[in-house]
């Protein structure tokens, strides 16, 4: 009986020990004289501590480093802040720094910061902005010494336009100053002709080239009259083509019973002497009245390429050419 209660309560602690977890043991490291065991690693939190976490336990006292004095000297008598200075990584001033052709980059960069400064500032239309010639694509590759692509350039070219079109009165200096890189050596205002004048004989001079033809003419106010080398208009051009092309810039004005004309040619045949007292009539009748400018490009005397003042004469008919097989 008593034997039977000794064994079930035998059985019974046996399996209670089974059921219950085993207890882990830390891992050992041996070494060759001594055996350790690892220390128990501590978080170190950066927030206010709370009363239950230093419960037998004592936190850890740590402080920041001290700041770095560059005019100390270390113990071998040497600077040690200007040794420890040269060490430090030098951060490039430009943001292209490590790349093979910055230049265009920075550039951009800087005309685009420019922009954004200056965005706010009042605008004038593009057609009443002042004329600028920018550089072009070639002249700016020569420049910066990259092979620049033209559709970046156009880019460039965008943003530059829109700073010149900035209200000329508000234009800030930098501004002016940035574009200037990007302009051309001669601008379109550099350079103005001469105003022409009325001499004390109450004379106009133009002057007027055509081929190898150059002529001069003086327009004085008088009945119409007309000496080209000292001849009539009539004795020194024999077809009527060429007279209508020598005082053309009076017909097309109507000013031919106003104005008195003496011209002296040279060089080239009758065609060329013609159109280039044209140019030369018009530029002086220009000095007796500037508000005709308008109707004398309109007829096509003040236009640079003066072979379409023939184009736009009206009931001018070209000579044809006879056939070669004709017999005369």
């Known amino acids: 009986m008593a034997r039977g209660e000794f064994s079930r309560s035998l059985r019974a602690a046996i399996e209670c020990l089974g059921t219950a977890p085993r207890p882990r043991r830390e891992p050992t490291i041996r070494c060759a004289h001594r055996s350790f065991q690892p220390p128990t690693s501590r978080c170190i939190s950066t927030t206010a501590s709370r009363h239950a976490e230093l419960i037998g336990e004592t936190p850890e006292k740590f402080t920041a480093a001290p700041p ?16 420890l200075l040269r060490t430090l990584r030098v951060v490039p001033a430009s943001p292209s720094y490590f790349s093979a052709k910055p230049t265009f980059t920075d550039d951009f960069i800087n005309l685009s910061a420019l922009l954004r400064k200056v ?7 593009a057609s009443e902005a002042p004329k ?25 070219l965008h943003i530059l336009r829109r700073l010149n079109c900035i209200h000329p009165s508000l234009m800030p200096e ?49 009945e119409g009259e007309a000496l080209i080398n000292g001849k009539s208009l009539a004795q020194f051009f024999g077809r009527l083509h060429h007279r209508e092309s020598a005082i053309w810039a009076l017909k097309a004005t109507q000013r031919l019973d106003k104005y008195n004309v003496f011209g002296l040619v040279s060089g080239g045949g009758p065609t060329g002497q013609a159109e280039a007292l044209t140019l030369a009539v018009a530029k002086a009748l220009l000095v007796h009245e500037p508000a005709l400018k308008p109707a004398l490009r309109r007829a096509g005397c003040v236009t640079r390429d003066p072979r379409k003042v023939e184009r736009k004469k009206p009931g001018h008919v070209k000579a044809r050419k006879m056939p070669t097989w004709v017999k005369r």
């Not at 770095?68 to 071998?76: A, P």
């Not at 965005?119 to 239309?125: E, M």
């Not at 050596?185 to 002709?193: T, V």
């Open 174 to 222: 930098e501004v002016v100053q940035a574009m200037q890189r990007y302009k051309k050596a001669s601008q379109p205002g550099d350079f103005k002709p001469a105003p022409g004048v009325i001499d004390e004989w109450g004379r106009a001079k133009g002057v007027g080239r055509r081929k190898t033809s150059s002529a001069v003419a003086w327009l004085v106010e008088g």
């Open 132 to 156: 600028v010639a920018w550089k072009t694509i070639d002249q700016y590759r020569i420049m910066t010494n990259e092979p620049v692509k033209t559709q970046r350039y156009h880019k460039m």
């Open 68 to 83: 770095i004095d560059f005019s100390k000297e270390d113990g071998k008598g040497k600077g040690g802040g200007k040794r």
């Open 119 to 125: 965005a706010t500032l009042p605008t004038i239309p």
